[in-house]
């Protein structure tokens, strides 16, 4: 049974940092390319970040966050993180890391899902 669970959510002030982590269980981890998305009140969900299997290979952001957020993993601990710097208030939202089924990018599809954390920025 695959499992994916986040956690380092919290409330923080604007301009401050949070780093999430997901660990992942009962997937080939170390082969799974993996994504992090949000979803803001009353808004779909949207991708944020995501990296190849290989760790130290490629990366996407969103526009929203380039030069803000910083996606990383670590095969042997089976965990993916998103290091969220400089924070705003539109950040607000509950993130999702998910494993990849399809796509890249904007166009990553998931096929399994953790039940995300809360990250709220007060300004």
């Known amino acids: 049974q695959v499992q ?13 940092s949070l780093r999430l ?5 009962g997937l080939a981890f170390s082969v799974t390319t993996m994504g992090w998305f949000r979803q803001a009140p ?3 969900r949207e991708f944020v970040a995501c990296i190849n299997w290989d760790g130290g290979g ?6 929203s966050v ?4 910083i996606i990383s ?8 993180y998103l290091q969220m710097n400089s924070l705003k208030a539109e950040d607000t939202a509950v993130y999702y890391c998910a494993s990849r089924r399809t796509g890249w990018g904007p166009t990553f599809s998931g096929n399994y899902w953790g039940r995300g954390s809360q990250v709220t920025v007060s300004s």
Request: aromatic share 6%; proline share 0%; hydrophobic share 30%.
């Open 4 to 16: 994916l669970v986040e956690s380092g959510g919290g409330l923080v002030q604007a301009g401050g």
């Open 21 to 25: 982590s997901c660990v992942a269980s």
């Open 42 to 44: 009353g808004k779909e």
């Open 58 to 63: 490629a990366t996407d952001y969103a526009d």
């Open 66 to 69: 380039k030069g803000r957020f």
């Open 73 to 80: 993993r670590d095969n042997v601990k089976k965990t993916v």
